[in-house]
């Protein structure tokens, strides 16, 4: 798994009312400061998955597909097999961590600009789970 650096700083935290999809758990829009800390570049991959928890629950199969249709308790179970190789200290990132990272610096609604169709340009969404990057093209 590849990691990058996110550097310490400040953000606004939540979405504006006035976005459609803005649900109460946004509001208020806050400031919020994070600490410099460590992310996952990638999602993490079936093959990461199951060199870890020896089973793959994923829906949509492939060893170059994401992870998903786990629970945060087996994201904890992962990360705490991680932890027992000896080869870091891994954790989930709060609520803030994420946000901040995924907001890259931008102060837009959306890390793209203001209008929810600009996700269309940066990102997969959907029904369908697409392969991740650095696997698809490494």
Known sequence: MEFVDVPAGCFMMGCNANVEDCHGN????????????QMG??????????A????????FEGRSRP???????DAQEF????????EGR??????AEWEY???AGTGTTYPCGNEASCLDRIAWYGEVTQPVCWFASG
């Open 26 to 37: 946004g509001l208020p829009r806050h400031r919020v400061c994070v600490d410099a800390f």
């Open 79 to 86: 990360i705490k097999r991680l932890n027992e190789q000896g």
């Open 101 to 103: 990272a995924a907001r």
């Open 41 to 50: 570049k990638y999602e993490v991959t079936q093959a990461e998955w199951v």
């Open 67 to 73: 992870v998903e249709n786990v629970s945060w308790y």
């Open 90 to 95: 891994y954790r989930l990132p709060t609520e």
């Open 52 to 59: 870890v928890m020896d089973h793959n629950d994923s829906h």
